[in-house]
């Protein structure tokens, strides 16, 4: 490809709302151009990017058993309806009706529509297991479209479903596609980690997440650097230290003027924070909650939400608390009414500091089961650096991460809920069970691009580059100059060698700054001085190792140099 017409346009600075390195190059670089808040055009060379990308995806999919479909991005609400994701996916469903009051959505994601698909396909046993994939534009109104392509509004993603006829055969898909991923992003030069994750709207069981950690990234996970425990912060669980074996003691009230905090409450009775019970006060899918947890620990409250299976989850505003007979800051469980009590495995330690419900009041000694019972008791504490790990009792290490890829055992709840079923060697009729296995394309570009960049711009892998060679033309105005480039640009096309060519009539320092910028993993120049000499100049991109070749071997000498596993 030419660079003249071929709507190429870099930037000398990177606009101010680009904050990241990512988005910097992505937009310094024209491969993308903003058309709103979370929705961007792909240029010439993002789109042979991202070609690259999907192309990767594409062979490892199709190695792993996959089959390539294309379903519908437009997609009746009924079947939203029947999911029950009409209401749990709410807050980023773009709806839409007809000429005729018909009602769609603009498809966040596909298990509807594949569920639909295949309980018209798939009969018996004998049909599975079987794996449909696509690569398909998704809509989500994200209210905060940030990062360029790491959170927007219009996306590609790669998304397959594998349905097999038991967990097992669940298991052996899962696994498959686990290994698939690994390959995937070692392949596009993108360090990946799998991470234990939360399932969230999707639902299902077992969940992964394939995080580039980088401190840019959005997400939160929590690492041990012994037993290599990794999971989202919305996942993560850690060792709590048992309650001290002591007998319980009378409960006592104590005047506590002015105390509305745990750091309050330590401070004036000398208590260690671990030795308190904190309340927190939520709504959840317009029901009540008083929620227990240990002094020192925090709420997570996706945990939260996960084990009340609640869609939506909000702080209680101070008036509903009032209402309730709730006293800020001098609250406890003991004697709540009208209300959920859930409380963290963490409530059961033994003779807690824990509110009086009057002002000025706290009481000394509360203990689960003898002073106040829980409807709910399990694990809802967010995990934190300096926390012990669940498996081994190291401290744990925090790290900022994108997601790039997840991949989920669903089971069998989709295929309940939309009835897509098969009959089973002696005739009965069983659900399918899924699983589901995504990736985020633009976002793997973006990490793609944060992954491999120095102070002068991209650095392409060479699996995903936009071309494998930028061909330099200096001084391109002298005819012997464009002529001996447009030779050397010929012959390497002919050899099936991928070149963008830079034949405008440009210094030479924008052109050689504009091919760092474009990072291609080779560049080739053809100025005056090798016209004289015969010889062009070819250099890698990534560590600078530079060779002069007779013009008329630069197409053969080129690709043996990309053959070169370390150019791969």
Same mark, same amino acid.
């Given at each position: 490809?030419?660079?003249?017409?071929?709507?190429?346009?870099?930037?000398?600075?990177?606009?101010?709302? %680009?904050?990241?390195?990512?988005?910097?190059?992505?937009?310094?670089?024209?491969?993308?151009?903003?058309?709103? &808040?979370?929705?961007?055009?792909?240029?010439?060379?993002?789109?042979?990017?991202?070609?690259?990308?999907?192309?990767?995806? !594409?062979?490892?999919?199709?190695?792993?058993?996959?089959?390539?479909?294309?379903?519908?991005?437009?997609?009746?609400?009924?079947?939203? !309806?029947?999911?029950?994701?009409?209401?749990?996916? &709410?807050?980023?469903? =773009?709806?839409?009706?007809?000429?005729?009051?018909?009602?769609?959505?603009?498809?966040?994601?596909?298990?509807?529509?594949?569920?639909?698909?295949?309980?018209?396909?798939?009969?018996?046993?004998?049909?599975?297991?079987?794996?449909?994939?696509?690569?398909?534009?998704?809509?989500?109104?994200?209210?905060?479209?940030?990062?360029?392509?790491?959170?927007?509004?219009?996306?590609?993603?790669?998304?397959?479903?594998? =349905?097999?006829?038991?967990?097992?055969?669940?298991?052996?898909?899962?696994?498959?596609?686990?290994?698939?991923?690994?390959?995937?992003?070692?392949?596009?030069?993108?360090?990946?980690?799998?991470?234990?994750?939360?399932?969230? *709207?999707?639902?299902?069981?077992?969940?992964?997440?394939?995080?580039?950690?980088?401190?840019?990234?959005?997400?939160?996970?929590?690492?041990?650097? *012994?037993?290599?425990?990794?999971?989202?912060?919305?996942? &993560?669980?850690?060792?709590?230290?048992? %309650?001290?074996?002591?007998?319980?003691?009378?409960?006592?009230?104590?005047?506590?003027?002015?105390?509305?905090?745990?750091?309050?409450?330590?401070? @004036?009775?000398?208590?260690?924070?671990?030795?308190?019970?904190?309340?927190?006060?939520?709504?959840?899918?317009?029901?009540?909650?008083?929620?227990?947890?240990?002094?020192?620990?925090?709420?997570?409250?996706?945990?939260?939400?996960?084990?009340?299976?609640?869609?939506?989850?909000?702080?209680?505003?101070?008036?509903?608390?009032?209402?309730? +007979?709730?006293?800020?800051?001098? %609250?406890?469980?003991?004697?709540?009414?009208?209300?959920?009590?859930?409380?963290?495995?963490?409530?059961?330690?033994?003779?807690?500091?824990?509110? &009086?419900?009057?002002?000025?009041?706290?009481?000394?000694?509360?203990?689960?089961?003898?002073?106040?019972?829980?409807?709910?008791?399990?694990?809802? $504490?967010? %995990?934190? $650096?300096?926390?012990?790990?669940?498996?081994?009792?190291?401290?744990?290490?925090?790290?900022?991460?994108?997601?790039?890829?997840?991949? @989920?055992?669903?089971?069998?709840?989709?295929?309940?809920?939309?009835?897509?079923?098969?009959?089973?060697?002696?005739?009965?009729?069983?659900?399918?069970?899924? +699983?589901?296995?995504?990736?985020?394309?633009?976002?793997?570009?973006?990490?793609?691009?944060?992954?491999?960049?120095?102070?002068?711009?991209?650095?392409?892998?060479?699996?995903?580059?936009? =071309?494998?060679?930028?061909?330099?033309?200096?001084?391109?105005?002298?005819?012997?100059? !464009?002529?001996?480039?447009?030779?050397?640009?010929?012959?390497?096309?002919?050899?099936?060698?991928?070149?963008?060519?830079?034949?405008?009539?440009?210094?030479?320092?924008?052109?050689?700054?504009?091919?760092?910028?474009?990072?291609?993993?080779?560049?080739?120049?053809?100025?005056?001085? $090798?016209?004289?000499?015969?010889?062009?100049?070819?250099? $890698?991109?990534?560590?600078?190792?530079?060779?002069?070749?007779?013009?008329?071997?630069?197409?053969?000498?080129?690709?043996?140099?990309?053959?070169?596993?370390?150019?791969?």
């Amino acid at each position: 490809m030419r660079f003249s017409g071929s709507l190429i346009r870099t930037l000398r600075e990177a606009p101010d709302d %680009a904050d990241t390195a990512n988005h910097q190059l992505l937009l310094r670089a024209g491969l993308i151009q903003q058309l709103a &808040a979370g929705i961007y055009s792909f240029l010439p060379l993002g789109w042979r990017a991202h070609r690259k990308i999907t192309q990767v995806i !594409r062979e490892e999919m199709d190695g792993a058993g996959g089959v390539e479909v294309h379903l519908p991005a437009l997609q009746p609400r009924d079947l939203w !309806r029947e999911s029950g994701r009409d209401d749990t996916m &709410a807050s980023v469903l =773009f709806r839409t009706t007809d000429k005729r009051e018909r009602e769609f959505v603009l498809g966040p994601t596909h298990e509807e529509v594949i569920v639909d698909l295949v309980r018209r396909l798939v009969q018996s046993y004998r049909d599975l297991p079987v794996l449909p994939y696509q690569v398909q534009t998704k809509f989500r109104d994200e209210p905060r479209s940030r990062g360029g392509l790491v959170r927007v509004r219009e996306f590609t993603m790669k998304d397959l479903y594998s =349905f097999d006829a038991d967990w097992e055969g669940l298991d052996r898909s899962y696994d498959a596609m686990v290994r698939a991923y690994a390959r995937i992003f070692a392949r596009c030069g993108v360090p990946a980690v799998a991470v234990l994750a939360d399932s969230g *709207a999707i639902g299902g069981r077992d969940s992964q997440e394939f995080m580039y950690l980088t401190d840019i990234g959005e997400d939160t996970c929590l690492l041990c650097p *012994a037993c290599r425990y990794t999971a989202n912060a919305e996942k &993560a669980e850690l060792r709590k230290p048992p %309650a001290p074996a002591e007998p319980l003691a009378p409960r006592e009230e104590v005047y506590t003027p002015g105390v509305r905090t745990i750091e309050e409450l330590v401070r @004036f009775l000398g208590v260690p924070a671990s030795r308190t019970l904190k309340a927190v006060f939520y709504v959840a899918d317009g029901r009540a909650l008083f929620v227990a947890i240990r002094g020192d620990l925090e709420v997570n409250e996706v945990k939260l939400r996960n084990a009340l299976r609640a869609t939506e989850l909000r702080l209680m505003s101070d008036d509903e608390a009032r209402r309730h +007979g709730l006293v800020a800051g001098s %609250a406890s469980p003991i004697g709540v009414r009208g209300m959920t009590v859930v409380a963290d495995d963490s409530a059961q330690g033994t003779n807690l500091v824990a509110g &009086a419900n009057r002002a000025d009041r706290h009481l000394m000694n509360v203990n689960i089961g003898r002073d106040w019972r829980a409807d709910i008791l399990t694990d809802i $504490a967010l %995990a934190r $650096a300096g926390d012990a790990c669940p498996q081994c009792g190291t401290t744990l290490q925090q790290r900022r991460g994108i997601e790039l890829g997840h991949v @989920f055992k669903l089971g069998t709840v989709y295929a309940e809920k939309l009835r897509a079923g098969y009959l089973t060697a002696d005739g009965r009729l069983q659900p399918c069970v899924m +699983g589901c296995y995504g990736i985020g394309v633009d976002r793997l570009l973006a990490a793609v691009i944060e992954a491999n960049h120095d102070e002068a711009g991209i650095v392409w892998p060479r699996s995903v580059a936009p =071309f494998a060679v930028h061909l330099v033309g200096l001084n391109i105005e002298r005819q012997d100059v !464009r002529a001996a480039a447009d030779t050397v640009y010929e012959s390497c096309r002919a050899a099936g060698i991928e070149v963008l060519y830079d034949d405008r009539a440009e210094s030479a320092g924008v052109k050689l700054n504009d091919a760092d910028l474009l990072g291609m993993p080779l560049r080739v120049v053809v100025s005056p001085r $090798a016209v004289a000499s015969g010889e062009a100049e070819l250099r $890698a991109r990534a560590d600078g190792r530079t060779e002069r070749l007779p013009l008329g071997e630069v197409a053969a000498r080129t690709a043996a140099w990309l053959a070169r596993k370390e150019y791969d």
